[in-house]
């Protein structure tokens, strides 16, 4: 347990604090003692040990789930829970017990709501919350005997109870001295974690002068160091010393959990908490985690120098972990199918129920998907505030589904990614942002930044020195943050080059590779990125293309799944449901005000967290062809005739069929389905169909064209500029001076052309002439020269 066994209050139970059986034979028993008619205190408080044993065992025995249903109707009048005849049933004994005996897992999770409930154990509640040191370890001995008791092959063992729930949740700001030494919960966001430590339980010391040794336990996290031999006949002062590897160790952990964007008042910097975890909580959770952290806070003294015993006068506070809980329920979990064949991962129970969805959950959540418009209702559940925007809603909801993720097989073949990139470009005022909130608020482990307020060392990892040891760390950035999420960029036309160019790895590889300060690593980034960007001239000018529209390197734009492009075109149908909905939003403040077809928020939540752990479809041979004929499709859907003859554009490249495989598994998890069929195929087909007609469009021809996207420059235009080039030569070899400055040029050309040609795509023209041997072109002097064969 966080704040380690007590030795004085082991002993004092083992000599009578417990009122157990003194006749029972169970030889594993040995905490089994005569009940004693004298009152045991513990030193310092108004705590009888007997009776707290003695509540606390009558609430593992007695306590059922109809005791909270009264205690909740007694707290709310509108609470309607029936209490049916299995609520009557005991809840802990014997069927947690008998659970813990067979899994081997000796942690009981106890939900303080309960114990506050049962009457009879209410004051037992106030004690662990006052007294946590003393009544957490008296809770421990109670569930030991009782596992002893009724198990036939019990082995001595520990068992630990972890308290949470207790009723409040306290702000990091809000901790003061009077939370010392007790029982408190916090929220927030874990943002470092540190190697697994020893730390000391059992000292053993040895005398340098008769060899005498001894053990001594910790205390209240304190060793009390022998100052004379115990040994009669030596007796001697300050002989004892340590002996390291006969000492007893367990594993600590320090975490650091800083406040979560929500909760930091405004202007303020975010605060942090130092965390201690022991044992099985090591590991628990990795940095980016939302935790609910039950815990003890403690005060430490500090000492001025470490040869000195002088301490400050400020004490270094922090909390000992008791439980650790991830986020709310509103949030989806981790995909556990992303986790890699050597990546060591530590298993964690959360609740006092064993199954984090019982089979009645199940049973809803399967009869939810078999529902025929059940793809319409979760588009819709999206954001239900947000009007409109279908088939960017649907793109958004497949990736929080999202592919399912291959690793290195035996043929080496390299890591496949299901993670699904979506990237939404449109005008100012389309809820391109309102849409990013939504994501960042249910992703498991979503990070929000923005464009320009984001540098490349925050999206990848910082080299800051560790405050304890001093060492150089490394400190995780957004994307690592974001490993097993959805990491939301706003403003994504905004950043800086050098920060884009991080993504380039992170969105194909996802991994960041870091070589800075002697530190040479790669992490994990396996993110979905959701970003948004707006027009250059803030309104989309729908005569240029959409690399000349937005600030982004075709190379970056073509490793985004799904492109959409979201325009705000006046259509006075349109508008009027627009403006009805949003005056809706004001009038009538109730959340259900969408419909009925809005399905809330938790199983919403629940629906895919439980897809994307459980659901892994695997494509038939019906979808593999529909696959392939699609692509093909898409391939030679577009050609343009022209006095040459014909000539292909490139429609597709192997990344949309990439895509079309990750959203066809997304659907057909969608639909809690085992096998990816046609019409998952033909949706994603559809999806990519619609993404590109508003993307991928060449505003001269009006075809798709993916050069656009991939190069900045469609087929057409290439084409042009060959014979553009050629002209531009005949232009130069038809002026009568040896040489000619550009600008004279650029404007004579520019005279006789019937369609203007860019600065840019002139200085392109002349580099490509000069490459080819035809001209000189001198950049600094900006002169052109002709070449005398």
Not at 121 to 127: A, C, D, N, V
Not at 189 to 209: E, G, H, K, M, Y
Request: hydrophobic letters at 35%.
């Amino acid at each position: 347990m966080g704040i380690g066994p007590y030795p004085q209050l082991d002993r004092l139970l083992k000599s009578g604090g417990l009122n157990s059986d003194a006749n029972n034979q169970n030889p594993t028993s040995e905490l089994s003692s005569e009940i004693v008619t004298s009152k045991r205190y513990i030193w310092g408080t108004t705590l009888v040990v007997a009776e707290a044993s003695k509540m606390f065992e009558d609430f593992l025995l007695n306590f059922t789930m109809a005791d909270r249903i009264r205690a909740m109707r007694e707290e709310d009048s509108t609470v309607s829970i029936e209490i049916r005849p299995e609520h009557e049933q005991p809840y802990y004994f014997p069927r947690i017990l008998k659970e813990m005996n067979e899994l081997k897992i000796y942690n009981l999770n106890l939900n303080c709501q309960n114990l506050k409930s049962y009457k009879k154990s209410l004051p037992l509640y106030h004690q662990l919350i006052r007294y946590p040191q003393e009544i957490i370890p008296i809770m421990d001995h109670v569930l030991t005997e009782k596992l002893a008791e009724n198990s036939d092959d019990y082995t001595p063992v520990h068992a630990l109870v972890r308290p949470y729930n207790i009723g409040k949740s306290v702000n990091m700001r809000d901790l003061n001295p009077s939370d010392i030494d007790q029982l408190v919960t916090i929220k927030g966001l874990l943002i470092r974690v540190t190697p697994v430590i020893p730390d000391l339980q059992t000292a053993f010391f040895c005398c340098s002068n008769c060899d005498y040794s001894m053990t001594v336990d910790i205390d209240r996290g304190k060793i009390a160091e022998p100052t004379k031999c115990p040994n009669d006949a030596c007796r001697a002062s300050n002989s004892m010393r340590l002996i390291h590897n006969r000492c007893i160790y367990s594993d600590k952990q320090i975490w650091r959990l800083q406040e979560t964007p929500d909760e930091v008042p405004d202007g303020q910097t975010p605060h942090s908490v130092s965390l201690c975890c022991y044992e099985d909580l090591v590991d628990t959770a990795k940095p980016g985690d939302r935790l609910e952290i039950t815990g003890v806070f403690r005060a430490i003294p500090v000492r001025v120098n470490p040869r000195q015993h002088t301490i400050k006068q400020l004490f270094k506070t922090y909390v000992d972990i008791v439980h650790v809980k991830h986020s709310s329920n509103k949030r989806i979990s981790i995909d556990e199918n992303l986790i890699g064949e050597n990546e060591a991962i530590v298993q964690h129970d959360e609740e006092d129920n064993l199954k984090f969805i019982n089979e009645e959950e199940e049973k809803n959540l399967i009869n939810l998907s078999q529902s025929p418009d059940i793809y319409e209702r979760l588009a819709s559940s999206l954001a239900p505030s947000i009007f409109g925007m279908e088939d960017v809603k649907k793109g958004v909801l497949l990736q929080l589904f999202g592919g399912v993720n291959r690793f290195t097989g035996e043929n080496g073949s390299p890591r496949i990614r299901g993670d699904i990139n979506v990237l939404i470009v449109g005008d100012p005022g389309v809820s391109k942002s309102q849409l990013l909130q939504y994501v960042h608020k249910i992703a498991p482990r979503g990070i929000y930044t923005s464009g320009k307020g984001s540098s490349a060392v925050g999206l990848t990892a910082s080299v800051t020195r560790d405050p304890e040891t001093r060492q150089l760390v490394l400190e995780s950035g957004a994307l690592v943050l974001s490993d097993g999420g959805v990491c939301c960029i706003d403003e994504f036309d905004k950043m800086s080059d050098s920060t884009r160019s991080i993504l380039h790895e992170v969105m194909e590889q996802q991994t960041v590779s870091i070589a800075k300060a002697g530190i040479i690593t790669t992490l994990n980034a396996r993110t979905s990125i959701l970003a948004c960007a707006n027009p250059i001239d803030s309104k989309y000018n729908e005569k240029l293309t959409i690399v000349q529209n937005i600030n982004l390197p075709p190379t970056l734009m073509s490793r985004f799944d799904l492109l959409y492009l979201i325009l705000d075109k006046p259509n006075e149908f349109d508008d009027r449901k627009l403006a009805q909905h949003i005056v809706n939003l004001y009038i009538n403040r109730d959340a259900n005000n969408f419909g009925n077809d809005i399905i809330p928020v938790e199983i919403f939540s629940k629906y895919i967290s439980y897809a994307r752990n459980h659901i892994q479809p695997v494509i038939n041979d019906e979808a593999a062809e529909k696959l392939v004929k699609n692509y093909s499709e898409l391939r030679q859907s577009n050609s343009i005739s022209n006095r040459h003859g014909e000539q292909k554009t490139v429609a597709a490249t192997t990344r949309q069929l990439e895509s079309m495989i990750r959203l066809s598994e997304a659907h057909a998890r969608m639909r809690f389905s085992n096998t990816v069929e046609v019409g998952d195929v033909d949706e994603a087909y559809r999806l990519i169909r619609t993404a590109m007609q508003s993307s991928a469009i060449d505003p001269v021809t009006g075809r798709i064209d993916m050069d656009l996207i991939n190069t900045g420059f469609s087929s057409r235009r290439r084409s042009q500029n060959a014979h553009i080039q050629k002209q531009l030569l005949e232009v130069i070899n038809s002026v009568d001076k040896p040489s000619i400055r550009l600008s004279e040029l650029h404007r004579i050309f520019n005279s006789d052309s019937s369609e203007p040609i860019s600065d840019i795509e002139f200085t392109r023209m002349l580099d490509n002439l000069a490459d080819d041997g035809e001209i000189l072109f001198d950049k600094r002097s900006q002169l052109i020269r002709k070449l005398i064969r």
